[in-house]
Structure formats: structure tokens, C-alpha cells
T-cell receptor
Framework: NAGVMQNPRHLVRRRGQEARLRCSPM?????VYWYRQLPEEGLKFMVY????????ESGMPKERFSAEFPKEGPSILRIQQVVRGDSAAYFC???????????FGPGTRLLVL | QQQVKQSPQSLIVQKGGISIINCAYE??????FPWYQQFPGKGPALLIA?????SEKKEGRFTISFNKSAKQFSLHIMDSQPGDSATYFC?????????????FGKGITLSVRP
């Protein structure tokens, strides 16, 4: 049973470009969470999605960031017009309905030049 | 405002010793408290978790102690091994953790010397 998969593992973008981060949850998991980890910081919640629905986006910056979890395919975190401050590790986690345990992927390290 | 605070910031322990990491929270609505372990270049992995209806939970060498009145909980690693060297995060959530966002502390780096 494969764990949570994220790709790419490393992503380099220049300021102003778009970044797309993908997350495939564990098999049977219908809940996905995105977190951001800045250097020397803990993980900060960004958004929580179920299939085709955003449940909680209270941690998502108001501009340039968006997330989706379509009926088919992986969850996507999209960052438009990236800035240097977006450089961080982005982790997704997944869980089943009613479960408190979140399983994390290996993360995508985004570097904005 | 940081809702979950960890201490110390870093910890060095000799092999075989006891590692103790503390965590304090502010939001009394939190009712699920997990500890995550993260190795460099990897995602966090759940180590052990507790709910406020118990004061202690033990799994192997890992024990969580919980003090509801003080709004504190701690992780004890008995017989610490070099393989335990990692970053440890405490976290908290509401709704008994079920499908609820996690609020993390900043993490502490544990080094276990051989």
C-alpha cells in the first residue's frame, strides 16, 4: 500500500512564474490537508479538502494561492506569480473519514529564485 | 500568536538516557494531541497521540504525559538511541482530531550521542 505521494519533490521557479504541487493521497483516503514549513519553523496549516470540496481554507493566503481536489486525480496546490517568500517545503497529508491520524507525504521543496 | 509552544529548542542526550520534550497550548478547545517525528528530507510521521481523558499513554519507549489544568503535555523517550535523532513536533487539534487541522509547535531537534 503506497503512502502519500507528492511530486515534484523539488521545484525551482523564478519570481513571477507559477508553481503546481501535486498530492496523491493514500488509497482509500478522501481527505487531504496541505501544510507549509518555512525554515526553522513548524508546519502551518493551509487548506483542508475533500473530493471536489474545500472544507477549511483558513490558513491559505488570500491571493495567488489556490487548491483543488478533483473527483479524479491528485490534489493540486497552485501558487501563481511566486515570490521569494514562497520558498518553503509544502507537505500534504491524507486521512480517512472520521480518522484523527494524518499521514504525511515526503513534501515538495519549492525554491523561488 | 503561537498557540502551541515547544521547549527546549534543541536537545542533546547520551545514548541510553531519557529525552524529555515539553509542549504548552493555549486553546482550551484542543482535544487531541499528537507528536510527530521528522527525519531530514522526509515528511512528519505520527509517533504517539493522546486525548485529554487520560493523563499518560505509553507505547514502547515513548510516553506522553498530559496535564490538562496546566495545558501542558510532554514526550518522554526512554533509553534514547542514535536512531531517535530527529526533529520532534507536538501538535494539537479540535474535534477529537477527526478530520481536523493540526496546529504544530516549532519543533525541536534531538541529537542522541553514541
Amino acid at each position: 500500500n503506497a503512502g502519500v505521494m507528492q511530486n515534484p519533490r523539488h521545484l525551482v521557479r523564478r519570481r513571477g512564474q507559477e508553481a503546481r504541487l501535486r498530492c496523491s493521497p493514500m488509497k482509500g483516503h478522501s481527505h487531504v490537508y496541505w501544510y507549509r514549513q518555512l525554515p526553522e519553523e513548524g508546519l502551518k496549516f493551509m487548506v483542508y479538502l475533500q473530493k471536489e470540496n474545500i472544507i477549511d481554507e483558513s490558513g491559505m493566503p488570500k491571493e495567488r494561492f489556490s487548491a483543488e481536489f478533483p473527483k479524479e486525480g491528485p490534489s493540486i496546490l497552485r501558487i501563481q506569480q511566486v515570490v521569494r517568500g514562497d520558498s518553503a517545503a509544502y507537505f500534504c497529508a491524507s486521512s480517512t473519514q472520521g480518522s484523527e491520524t494524518q499521514y504525511f507525504g515526503p513534501g515538495t521543496r519549492l525554491l523561488v529564485l | 500568536q503561537q498557540q502551541v509552544k515547544q521547549s527546549p529548542q534543541s536537545l542533546i542526550v547520551q545514548k541510553g538516557g531519557i529525552s524529555i520534550i515539553n509542549c504548552a497550548y493555549e486553546n482550551t478547545a484542543f482535544d487531541y494531541f499528537p507528536w510527530y517525528q521528522q527525519f531530514p528530507g522526509k515528511g512528519p510521521a505520527l509517533l504517539i497521540a493522546i486525548r485529554p481523558d487520560v493523563s499518560e499513554k505509553k507505547e514502547g519507549r515513548f510516553t506522553i504525559s498530559f496535564n490538562k489544568s496546566a495545558k501542558q503535555f510532554s514526550l518522554h523517550i526512554m533509553d534514547s538511541q542514535p536512531g531517535d535523532s530527529a526533529t520532534y513536533f507536538c501538535a494539537a487539534s479540535t474535534l477529537a482530531g477527526a478530520n481536523s487541522k493540526l496546529t504544530f509547535g516549532k519543533g525541536i531537534t534531538l541529537s542522541v550521542r553514541p
